[in-house]
């Protein structure tokens, strides 16, 4: 029992309609959590900075404003970092997801294919088994490249995430120095 064309074709675009969206859902979660972080980030920092530039007009001495700026200074270092870190998990989120959307929808491409494949084999013409064949190699080809694409883009988010968090460590280690005042930093550089 063969589907007819029109079915077939409706079938098609239905699968590619669910396939759109079943990739666009991650990819617009993502946009929202970004969205949000960056809202949340947005009124925090409005508020600290109220709140430091009414302290600073406060202060009575000079080491007093310093020692606030510094403070201030420390305080924003580690926001960007973890505000960095939020990105991070997003995007690792976000990309987690729509590889698994992207693979099961691969995996489903795969099965209507493999049924198309099967279907022009059995009612090829007789003398048409050569371009078969090569349409058969040519789509494992395709297969094995979007599979060597999907290794390499784990291998960069991965490579990515793993040297964010490098620079994240290696700022936070250097943000308390960089921050200190000038006697207080000369001191922690001759006890290194």
Same mark, same amino acid.
């Not at 709140?51 to 403070?71: H, M, R, V």
């Given at each position: 029992?063969?589907?007819?064309?029109?079915?077939?074709?409706?079938?098609?675009?239905?699968?590619?309609?669910?396939?759109?969206?079943? $990739?666009? #859902?991650?990819?617009?979660?993502?946009?929202?959590?970004?969205?949000?972080?960056?809202?949340?980030?947005?009124?925090?920092?409005?508020?600290?900075?109220?709140?430091? $530039? #009414?302290?600073?007009?406060?202060?009575?001495?000079?080491?007093?404003?310093?020692?606030?700026?510094?403070?201030?200074?420390?305080?924003?270092?580690?926001?960007?970092?973890?505000?960095?870190?939020? $990105?991070?998990?997003?995007?690792?989120?976000?990309?987690?997801?729509?590889?698994?959307?992207?693979?099961?929808?691969?995996?489903?491409?795969?099965?209507?294919? #493999?049924?198309?494949?099967?279907?022009?084999?059995?009612?090829?013409?007789?003398?048409?088994?050569?371009?078969?064949?090569?349409?058969?190699?040519?789509?494992?080809?395709?297969?094995?490249?979007?599979?060597?694409?999907?290794?390499?883009?784990?291998?960069?988010?991965?490579?990515?995430?793993?040297?964010?968090?490098?620079?994240?460590?290696?700022?936070?280690?250097?943000?308390?120095?960089?921050?200190?005042?000038?006697?207080?930093?000369?001191?922690?550089?001759? #006890?290194?």
């Amino acid at each position: 029992m063969s589907v007819s064309a029109p079915e077939q074709l409706r079938a098609n675009y239905e699968a590619g309609v669910a396939a759109f969206f079943a $990739l666009a #859902k991650p990819v617009l979660d993502g946009v929202h959590a970004v969205i949000d972080l960056n809202v949340q980030a947005g009124k925090a920092a409005m508020v600290e900075s109220e709140a430091t $530039l #009414k302290g600073a007009l406060q202060s009575s001495n000079p080491t007093e404003f310093f020692t606030q700026q510094i403070g201030a200074t420390q305080q924003a270092t580690a926001k960007a970092l973890s505000y960095g870190r939020h $990105l991070v998990d997003i995007a690792s989120t976000t990309q987690n997801e729509w590889m698994q959307a992207a693979q099961a929808q691969s995996g489903e491409q795969e099965q209507r294919f #493999k049924a198309f494949s099967e279907g022009l084999t059995q009612h090829a013409p007789v003398g048409s088994e050569s371009f078969v064949a090569a349409m058969n190699s040519t789509f494992a080809a395709v297969n094995n490249a979007v599979e060597t694409l999907r290794g390499i883009s784990r291998q960069a988010i991965e490579t990515a995430q793993s040297n964010f968090q490098n620079v994240a460590a290696s700022a936070q280690e250097a943000a308390p120095v960089a921050a200190q005042p000038a006697p207080a930093k000369a001191a922690s550089q001759a #006890k290194a």
